[in-house]
């Protein structure tokens, strides 16, 4: 990455970690391997999150002497069948003993991605490999697995720190040698074998334009853009943010940190980066992995008209948005410059089409979602968007948040609310019934009669650290529980009733199953589109086929 590029963006000595002395580390990066239950890779990360731990550790000094990804050079064509608890599924990457080999003997410090709960069957065994060969070397993991379970990952492997949220300051602090006692979000394992966690959130940057681009200069870029986060092979495409955090505290969510701060890139910064892809790696597809692109619809304006001033100045490329775009935040104005900006396909989460299961989401604004969710549909149809549209099957209920917490509410839901021993304060709703179910199918109809191409059913699932989980184990309404052998993904492609992890008294596994499949043939689906010829998109009927 080049200075000019870095000055461009106001981004070199802009920090005021950066005045401190400190004594320059080696530092080695690793991507963990992932599990696919098919013959194929299905798609590979591009390490964003690694991307950008590594290259604010380069303010301070610190040389990223090796990023090993094991699914390249190859690797991503590597599978080895693993056997879990309760699944088969396939290791696909180049062992252990290759990604050893890789480490540079004068590494100082290793530090390792683990972004999803079930990647600690992956993880765990190369850990082990890599202490076996580099027993005094500090491994610190990241990550989804390591905020959610950061006991765990210190009890079954052996890491040395684990650093839970954001890692950018928490990570530099540890290659500064502070005490991790004082290192707000770390874990860590002492001399005596205990495990001492740091009581405070890890600190988030509250400027993220203090951060440099995500290792452009470390990161195999041109081998990258190759393949999507999303499998879309007809394309050069880069996975790219234009904003951390959301504020909201939707129960189902993965996200670990709920009711984050909204940080921004500025827009400006975003239209460097994607002008810096175009120009470099010939980048046509930009894949917007931000988990709330539209909170603030000027910003996002902003964003959508830099795109579409490149498109009229010639440069041929679409943008997706893959996480969803927040229903209650789109705007007319908003859908119709997402067509000028490119967007090939629209994803809308829905989640539900009964106010009541809405509710025991915690879904913002749900008293008004569904007619909003009408509106933004018949906006971005009659814009030209192809649309698809989220829902969840079977969500098994939830605390109701204070604000649901009123007469008008709690009269309408009565029958349905729910109270717990240990709880007292608390007041909980059930979930999707038959009557809920059916009010969905109901609303999706409703949707396609509007135009909108694809509906995308989901089955609730409890990821470790949510607060459906928390719920769900309190009211015993886990199948089974979350153990190092039971791998937390659902496998679509495989699915069984047995998989699934949740059974309520109003919705038990098979009846879930039933639910899922009767819309997955009632309507047509569209999930996490793959594109593998130019042109044309794969919907998951066809995936799965």
């Given at each position: 990455m080049s200075k000019s590029f870095l000055a461009r963006m106001n981004l070199v000595g802009r920090d005021t970690m950066s005045t401190r002395h400190v004594t320059p580390k080696k530092v080695t990066l690793i991507a963990t391997p992932w599990t696919f239950f098919g013959d194929d890779v299905e798609f590979r990360s591009q390490q964003l999150g690694l991307g950008y731990i590594g290259a604010y550790a380069q303010k301070f000094g610190h040389e990223i002497v090796a990023f090993i990804d094991p699914m390249l050079h190859g690797g991503h064509m590597v599978k080895v069948p693993v056997a879990t608890k309760l699944q088969q599924t396939n290791r696909f990457g180049h062992p252990d003993e290759w990604i050893v080999g890789q480490i540079p003997r004068d590494t100082d410090l290793i530090g390792i991605n683990a972004p999803f709960t079930d990647s600690r069957i992956v993880l765990y065994p190369?850990?082990?490999?890599?202490?076996?060969?580099?027993?005094?070397?500090?491994?610190?993991?990241?990550?989804?697995?390591?905020?959610?379970?950061?006991?765990?990952?210190?009890?079954?492997?052996?890491?040395?720190?684990?650093?839970?949220?954001?890692?950018?300051?928490?990570?530099?602090?540890?290659?500064?040698?502070?005490?991790?006692?004082?290192?707000?979000?770390?874990?860590?394992?002492?001399?005596?074998?205990?495990?001492?966690?740091?009581?405070?959130?890890?600190?988030?940057?509250?400027?993220?334009?203090?951060?440099?681009?995500?290792?452009?200069?470390?990161?195999?870029?041109?081998?990258?853009?190759?393949?999507?986060?999303?499998?879309?092979?007809?394309?050069?495409?880069?996975?790219?943010?234009?904003?951390?955090?959301?504020?909201?505290?939707?129960?189902?969510?993965?996200?670990?940190?709920k009711g984050q701060l909204w940080r921004p890139f500025t827009p400006e910064r975003v239209l460097e980066e994607i002008k810096h892809a175009i120009e470099h790696w010939g980048v046509n597809h930009f894949e917007f992995e931000d988990d709330n692109f539209t909170l603030q619809e000027p910003r996002a304006l902003q964003v959508l008209q830099y795109l579409a001033d490149l498109r009229r100045r010639g440069h041929r490329f679409s943008c997706s948005f893959p996480n969803g775009i927040m229903i209650d935040k789109m705007t007319e104005v908003l859908a119709e410059l997402l067509v000028a900006a490119g967007a090939d396909i629209i994803y809308l989460p829905v989640e539900s089409g009964d106010e009541r299961v809405l509710v025991s989401m915690d879904k913002p604004m749900a008293e008004k979602h569904l007619?909003?969710?009408?509106?933004?549909?018949?906006?971005?149809?009659?814009?030209?968007?192809?649309?698809?549209?989220?829902?969840?099957?079977?969500?098994?209920?939830?605390?109701?948040?204070?604000?649901?917490?009123?007469?008008?509410?709690?009269?309408?839901?009565?029958?349905?609310?729910?109270?717990?021993?240990?709880?007292?304060?608390?007041?909980?709703?059930?979930?999707?019934?038959?009557?809920?179910?059916?009010?969905?199918?109901?609303?999706?109809?409703?949707?396609?009669?509007?135009?909108?191409?694809?509906?995308?059913?989901?089955?609730?699932?409890?990821?470790?650290?949510?607060?459906?989980?928390?719920?769900?184990?309190?009211?015993?309404?886990?199948?089974?529980?979350?153990?190092?052998?039971?791998?937390?993904?659902?496998?679509?492609?495989?699915?069984?009733?047995?998989?699934?992890?949740?059974?309520?008294?109003?919705?038990?596994?098979?009846?879930?199953?039933?639910?899922?499949?009767?819309?997955?043939?009632?309507?047509?689906?569209?999930?996490?589109?793959?594109?593998?010829?130019?042109?044309?998109?794969?919907?998951?009927?066809?995936?799965?086929?």
């Open positions: 190369m850990v082990e490999a890599i202490k076996r060969a580099f027993p005094h070397v500090p491994i610190v993991v990241g990550g989804i697995l390591a905020t959610t379970l950061p006991e765990q990952v210190l009890a079954e492997c052996p890491a040395d720190i684990v650093v839970r949220g954001e890692g950018e300051i928490a990570f530099s602090r540890i290659l500064a040698g502070d005490t991790l006692q004082d290192i707000p979000g770390v874990s860590f394992r002492v001399a005596d074998g205990s495990i001492v966690h740091s009581n405070l959130r890890s600190e988030q940057l509250k400027t993220v334009d203090q951060i440099p681009p995500p290792g452009y200069d470390f990161r195999p870029m041109k081998e990258y853009v190759k393949w999507s986060p999303r499998g879309d092979v007809a394309d050069l495409t880069l996975s790219i943010i234009s904003s951390r955090g959301c504020p909201f505290t939707c129960e189902f969510c993965s996200i670990p940190e007619a909003k969710t009408l509106q933004v549909a018949k906006w971005c149809v009659e814009a030209g968007l192809n649309v698809s549209c989220f829902f969840i099957c079977a969500y098994p209920g939830g605390r109701l948040n204070h604000r649901y917490l009123k007469v008008p509410i709690l009269e309408r839901y009565k029958k349905h609310l729910l109270q717990h021993e240990a709880y007292p304060k608390d007041t909980f709703m059930m979930g999707e019934d038959v009557e809920a179910f059916d009010n969905t199918l109901q609303f999706a109809r409703q949707l396609c009669e509007l135009g909108v191409g694809g509906i995308a059913p989901l089955i609730a699932t409890p990821y470790p650290g949510t607060e459906m989980y928390e719920v769900c184990e309190a009211f015993d309404w886990l199948a089974f529980e979350d153990e190092r052998q039971v791998l937390t993904t659902v496998s679509y492609a495989a699915l069984t009733p047995g998989r699934i992890q949740i059974s309520t008294p109003w919705c038990s596994q098979e009846e879930a199953f039933g639910r899922w499949q009767y819309m997955m043939d009632m309507f047509p689906t569209y999930h996490n589109v793959r594109k593998q010829e130019v042109g044309k998109l794969l919907s998951g009927a066809e995936i799965r086929a």
